[in-house]
């Protein structure tokens, strides 16, 4: 037999764990020697390539995981099915029931859980942690919804007839989530998906493994308990053989996908070329626009954690800001101060606010945008490399690392319509700023872009806050006002317009989509008129 491929930058590594990462993949009964299984449809196994889970703050290999084969994932999605079939006669509030277990399974590890997310995708403790919370958060919220998942009576009219608009369970959710919240996007869809009477099947990023079998361990733990089959919530590891699979099952109701937007372009044309119902959450290119009259002292610490938090790597990200002309020197000053202020360090010690980026892909990316930035003329401000060799502020283990600068720049020119720099998201701390003189042109500026998720004004102003809100404002699916462009709470619905995908997650309405919808007319009467008052009588 041929030795199975190990998936990794440096190829087969020797696993020879730390301190600092035995201690917290023992705290989640992670396996911490030999090979993890990563796929569970009701029993762990997986026979596929290994890949290799690696920590971005020092390097190190965390752990190999064993990913799906072709027929492990088809017998995964067949276990989806037969799990389905049972999990949709379970009465709703049961299902409720069950989902509020999970929460306190969640709560109970949520110091443990953001240590790994912090270990494994590399955001700073304090974000790996909020990060569960939004999962304990939506168990919440989908607690609740199990009991207030209604749907409607129309008025009919036709004599003793009503119309009902019901809801079911709508089958197979296949939930394809990306690295940087290896947590939260699982949950929001699981907690809904779980409500609805689904059985969801979760395909993560391959390089966040492990954050996904510990978040499976406790909700199988808690399925079992209840006696409903552990492939209600299912998981397979793989790469993007197993994605593109799983995109194009049959047998795969609704599929959530996260991630970039042209692998969510393909995703998108599977989906609907079978007519399966699609969800997406594609690129964000957030802007935040200050106005003359704004708090500084309240939108200054607002755009840094936009754009430093979680190292520039959220969905919701502040990408861009446009800054009123009366006062961008004072604002851009007192920026740079405290990003002169800034530390990276190891995202596990609670003081550290910049940690490192996910993977090398990631810093080639920072680099190239950075390098573009220069070549189209740009003025940084400060940032712009890596942070490597003997005059770095890092720690010896923390050398192997993805740290990089937070850069903030003043890009040539400041339309969207004359350069394309300000049309790309990159997934990286690199803050594009502009000086605008009326608030027309900034909104005009934070439309003219693809994407559509967040963006966010600074002003005391009403009438601005009018505008920005109407039908002359923004365009995107976050529309904020003195709040920064990230850290949405779950209680609505969170998602973007346009390139984003418009898809909605989460809160609010989101749930709706996880159903399937009947409208069912019931006619109680003696006779069997039609609509419309058509007459189709005959003679006989
Ligand atoms: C994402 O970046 O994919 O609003 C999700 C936020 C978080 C979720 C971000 N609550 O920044």
């Not at 949520?110 to 304990?136: P, Y």
């Not at 036709?158 to 959710?173: A, D, Q, T, Y």
Request: charged fraction near 20%; charge should be neutral; include cysteine.
């Amino acid at each position: 037999m041929l030795p199975r491929r190990v998936l990794g930058i440096h190829g087969f590594s020797k696993r020879c764990l730390s301190t600092r990462a035995t201690q917290i993949l023992s705290a989640l009964d992670i396996p911490t020697k030999g090979e993890i299984p990563g796929v569970y449809d009701g029993r762990w196994k997986g026979s596929g390539d290994i890949f290799e889970s690696k920590c971005p703050s020092t390097g190190e290999v965390l752990a190999r995981v064993q990913s799906a084969t072709p027929r492990e994932l088809e017998e995964s999605i067949r276990a989806s099915r037969e799990a389905f079939k049972v999990f949709r006669t379970v009465p709703a509030p049961q299902r409720g029931e069950i989902l509020r277990q999970i929460r306190e399974a969640i709560a109970k590890y949520r110091k443990e859980l953001g240590a790994l997310v912090s270990l494994e995708m590399g955001k700073i403790r304090t974000e790996g942690e909020g990060e569960v919370q939004e999962f304990v958060d939506i168990c919440d919220y989908a607690v609740g919804l199990s009991r207030m998942m209604n749907g409607r009576v129309v008025s009919s009219e036709r004599l003793g007839h009503s119309i009902l608009e019901v809801p079911n369970p709508l089958g197979v959710l296949a939930v394809l989530s990306a690295f940087n919240f290896p947590v939260a996007v699982y949950g929001w869809n699981l907690a809904l998906s779980l409500a609805a009477g689904n059985a969801t099947l979760w395909k993560p990023s391959p390089s966040t493994p492990l954050c996904s079998i510990a978040i499976t361990k406790l909700v199988s733990d808690v399925l079992t308990r209840n006696g409903i089959p552990g492939a209600v919530a299912g998981l397979v590891i793989g790469g993007k053989h197993v994605g593109e699979a799983v995109v194009q099952s049959t047998d795969v109701d609704m599929v959530s996908f996260t991630g970039s937007e042209n692998t969510g372009r393909q995703v998108a044309k599977v989906v609907q070329g079978r007519f399966g119902k699609v969800l997406l959450e594609l690129g964000g290119n957030n802007a935040s626009i200050v106005m003359p009259d704004a708090d500084l002292s309240m939108a200054l610490p607002s755009v840094f954690f936009g754009s430093i938090g979680t190292a520039g790597q959220r969905c919701t990200s502040t990408r861009r800001l446009y800054l009123h002309k009366s006062i961008a020197d004072t604002f851009l000053e007192r920026l740079q101060g405290m990003y002169a202020k800034l530390q990276p360090g190891d995202p596990l010690v609670s003081s550290t606010l910049l940690g490192p980026l996910h993977t090398q892909q990631a810093v080639a990316l920072y680099e190239n945008a950075i390098a573009d930035l220069r070549s189209g003329g740009a003025e940084l401000l400060c940032g712009g490399s890596r942070y490597v060799g003997g005059n770095s502020p890092l720690a010896d283990h923390l050398l192997g690392g993805n740290f990089v600068q937070p850069a903030i720049t003043i890009p040539r020119s400041s339309s969207p319509h004359e350069a394309d720099l300000w049309k790309k998201e990159v997934f990286a701390p690199i803050l594009n700023v502009a000086i605008f003189d009326e608030l027309e042109q900034a909104i005009e500026w934070n439309n003219a872009v693809p994407q559509g998720l967040s963006s966010s004004l600074w002003t005391r102003d009403i009438r601005n806050v009018g505008r920005w809100i109407g039908p002359e404002g923004s365009d995107t699916g976050i529309v904020n006002v003195n709040v920064g462009t990230s850290g949405a709470e779950i209680g609505a619905a969170f998602g973007g317009n346009k390139s984003t995908g418009w898809g909605r997650e989460s809160g609010g309405d989101a749930w709706k989509q996880y159903v399937r919808w009947s409208a069912c007319t019931i006619n109680f009467s003696d006779a069997a008129p039609l609509a419309q008052g058509v007459d189709f009588s005959t003679t006989n």
